[in-house]
């Protein structure tokens, strides 16, 4: 991407909706509003995030994933054919991810009217002019709350039908101009990384754009989903066709930063140094320290930074500060380097 400096700062995807948005997303569907509503609330929410990214100096930006009205992924299962919800066991007590709702397969899958991710980038692009990345959930993600019933033989398999589906949607954001797509996956513990590198070439082969992969260990909530180890998929998800990787080290305190070194076969690193799921607020220094870690082990020609994860799942000012200290933390480190 012409034009970024150095160390260019980004977001992994969502980003912190106004409190309006909470209370008011659910009215369509209780008979207090009307799709023309609904539609004027997305449209006003994308149009705040990318304010927020801009007044911040965020370098690309994104939507905020601020039209998925039940996570990043979720509202993607109601345009789904071949599967049915379940609902889950248990619904008293705190949340977690039990309480999730699961789906059967009930036939083959398919989305025959697409994701709709592509209306997503079409509104962004038509609403700033800065740099921006598009984000899609991948196979596994799509296929880890789908059980086989009869007609899969493995979650595996189902996130191999979904590899095709994806595939379509991301020809498609090319078609309509995206340049860099992100795919996210989960850190599940019970695939190889060589597995997830194969799903993750089938939904991206073709596609003429840069491509990262951010491997996630679950955000929802600010509560984490999976073991927050990546020696446990490294170096066998080497094997995806990204750019880029994107990677959560802020919330681990930096944990496994140095092992980028025998990883890093010259592509790059989407270092994270945010922690998106704690309150506290980084100072600029603080995430200067980080990145200057991250240098210890990458070149700094071809590391991005970004948050761990995204910020849909906190308080819009909590995101706002932390961003506005990742951008001036790059700015530091970036003057030191141009020093």
């Known amino acids: 991407m012409n034009g970024l400096p150095l160390l260019p700062t980004t977001v992994v995807g969502s980003h912190a909706k106004p409190a309006w948005w909470h209370r008011c997303k659910d009215l369509v569907d209780k008979g207090e509003w009307g ?14 995030a990318i304010l927020d990214q801009q007044r911040a100096g965020v370098d690309i930006i994104t939507d905020g994933e601020s039209r998925r009205l039940d996570g990043y992924v979720d509202g ?25 709702t699961r789906y059967e397969a009930t036939d083959r899958i398919a989305a025959p009217s697409g994701l709709g991710i592509v209306g997503e980038f079409e509104y962004l692009s038509a609403h700033t002019a800065q740099p921006t990345k598009v984000t899609c ?22 996130a191999t039908e979904f590899a095709h589906v ?11 101009g995206a340049t860099f797509i992100q795919i996210d996956e989960p850190a599940r513990g019970n695939v190889t990384g060589q597995e997830m590198a194969r799903l993750f070439n089938l939904a991206t082969e073709g596609v003429d754009a840069r491509l990262a992969y951010h491997i996630c260990f679950g955000n929802r909530f600010g509560q984490a989903r999976f073991k927050r180890r990546y020696s446990d998929y490294f170096p066998g998800a080497l094997d995806a066709r990204a750019d880029q990787f994107v990677l959560e080290f802020a919330g681990r305190e930096m944990a496994e930063i140095e092992s980028w070194k025998d990883w890093n076969d010259g592509r790059e690193l989407g270092a994270g140094v945010i922690d998106v799921k704690s309150f506290y607020p980084e100072t600029p220094e603080d995430v200067a320290e980080r990145i200057r870690t991250t240098l210890q082990y990458a070149d700094a020609g071809s590391v991005y930074i970004n948050p761990d994860c995204g910020f849909g799942w906190g308080p819009r000012y909590n995101a706002i500060a932390k961003l506005n200290a990742m951008v001036a933390g790059a700015r530091l480190v970036r003057d030191e380097l141009s020093g």
């Open 137 to 158: 959930a991948g196979p596994l993600t799509f296929g880890s709350r789908i059980r086989p019933a009869e007609v899969y033989g493995s979650t595996v398999e189902i």
């Open 166 to 176: 994806i595939n379509e949607e991301l020809k498609g954001l090319v078609a309509a």
């Open 76 to 100: 993607y299962y109601e345009v789904i054919e071949g599967i049915r919800a379940i609902p889950p066991a248990r619904k008293g007590g705190p949340w977690g991810y039990d309480q999730q």
């Open 35 to 48: 799709q023309a509503d609904l539609a004027e609330l997305l449209d006003d929410a994308v149009d705040i």
